[in-house]
């Protein structure tokens, strides 16, 4: 279930043909067992409503035990009941807000301790720790916003200058104000949290008012290469993402991975983090699919939790204890290709800590 309509469509194709890129790979190498892996797709449009009736299309009438979708959080809190009355797996390959566990979920994004964190050290001690907060207005945007807050409070010298929402869907237009805001108050950054086909929208309006990244970038947790494609590289040249993977990590992995993609799916469709996750999640749950010989949940749970694999960012670990994915913390910042260049990352994968237990940074290092 990702949708290929609606506000979110652009980053959920994404996901999407990452899923059957692994499909395609895992089938190609004799199916689990020898048997076919057989995908049955849904377009859920970017409504939470519909993404909950598909779920429950999928359990009752397609009899679907394994189910991976869901971009935004309003989606997954949606789907989320669904599958823990049936009892089915939801895999989620997205980064998110944190503060949930379910058993019937394996969470492949990154959670607030593997970007949240890495990004607020990194904009504080370069740029400044006042900033100014825009978002989507559903529910990752408030959390992700109110932890943010946590974080530059923290910090000396730490406070919100503003915090916004605009709405889904958003036009250049729906940021006047924000944007005539963020003039006035002349924050050291800007938090964004603009999903979807808004974001474009929120980044030119920055530019058409002649703000300056190398002095108030744009730091977000949302913003990847397909945003950056949508807008093109000179309005998002020098704006700066917190995410496990980039299309330009600089590993034979990673370059084989995009170009076999490609070759694939034509370069239409852009590698992101999204992506990335989408596409190991699948080759995840082959594999303890093959080791439990069974796709029922109780079978397959076991096989899942400590499981590895090497996927484009980096070996990447299910955590058993949280059911989210040990990940490579990394801060991007565009250049004028519209590709991240890495400025940070971490040495080793960070274990997730979704409840932000403590707010470590892990092996943390410059590049």
């Not at 199916?31 to 009736?53: C, F, K, L, N, W």
């Not at 593997?114 to 100014?132: E, I, K």
């Not at 889904?168 to 005539?180: C, P, R, S, Y």
């Not at 947790?221 to 950056?228: F, G, I, K, Y």
Request: net charge negative; aromatic share 12%.
């Amino acid at each position: 279930m990702y949708s290929e309509t609606g506000v979110t469509s652009a980053i959920e194709l994404s996901q999407l043909y990452a899923t059957l890129f692994a499909i395609r790979e895992i089938n190609d190498a004799g199916g689990i067992d020898g048997r076919e892996v057989v995908p049955i797709r849904y377009d859920p449009q970017s409504d939470p409503v519909r993404y909950r009736a598909l779920a429950e299309r999928l359990i009752l009438e397609d009899d679907v035990p394994v189910i991976f979708g869901c971009y935004m959080s309003s989606t997954r809190k949606a789907v989320l009941p669904i599958v823990e009355r049936w009892n089915r797996l939801l895999f989620y390959a997205t980064l998110y807000e944190g503060f949930e566990f379910s058993e019937n979920l394996i969470y492949t994004g990154a959670a607030p301790n593997q970007n949240s964190v890495q990004l607020a050290n990194f904009m504080t001690s370069q740029f400044g720790p006042r900033v100014y907060m825009v978002g989507s207005n559903y529910i990752y945007p408030y959390e992700s916003n109110r932890i943010m807050s946590d974080l530059v409070m923290q910090r000396p010298g730490g406070a919100k200058l503003g915090e916004r929402y605009v709405r889904l869907g958003a036009t250049e237009m729906d940021f006047a104000d924000v944007i005539e805001d963020i003039g006035k108050t002349r924050p050291d950054f800007i938090f964004s949290t603009v999903v979807g086909s808004a974001t474009q929208h929120f980044y030119r309006a920055y530019a058409r008012a002649g703000f300056d990244p190398t002095t108030m970038p744009i730091a977000s947790l949302t913003t990847s290469e397909v945003e950056v494609a949508q807008m093109g590289a000179e309005i998002a040249c020098g704006h700066i993402t917190a995410a496990p993977y980039f299309r330009s990590i600089g590993s034979e992995a990673n370059y084989a991975c995009v170009e076999k993609f490609a070759q694939a799916f034509g370069p239409e469709v852009i590698p992101n983090a999204s992506w990335e996750a989408a596409y190991f999640q699948v080759h995840l749950m082959a594999r303890a699919m093959r080791a439990a010989g069974s796709a029922d949940i109780e079978a397959l749970m076991p096989q899942l939790l400590g499981s590895e694999f090497d996927a484009p960012q980096g070996r990447v670990r299910v955590d058993a204890s949280t059911h989210h994915t040990w990940l490579h913390p990394r801060i991007g910042r565009v250049d004028r290709r519209g590709e991240f260049t890495i400025e940070q990352e971490a040495g080793a994968a960070v274990r997730p800590d979704p409840y932000l237990v403590a707010h470590a940074l892990g092996d943390w290092s410059a590049r």
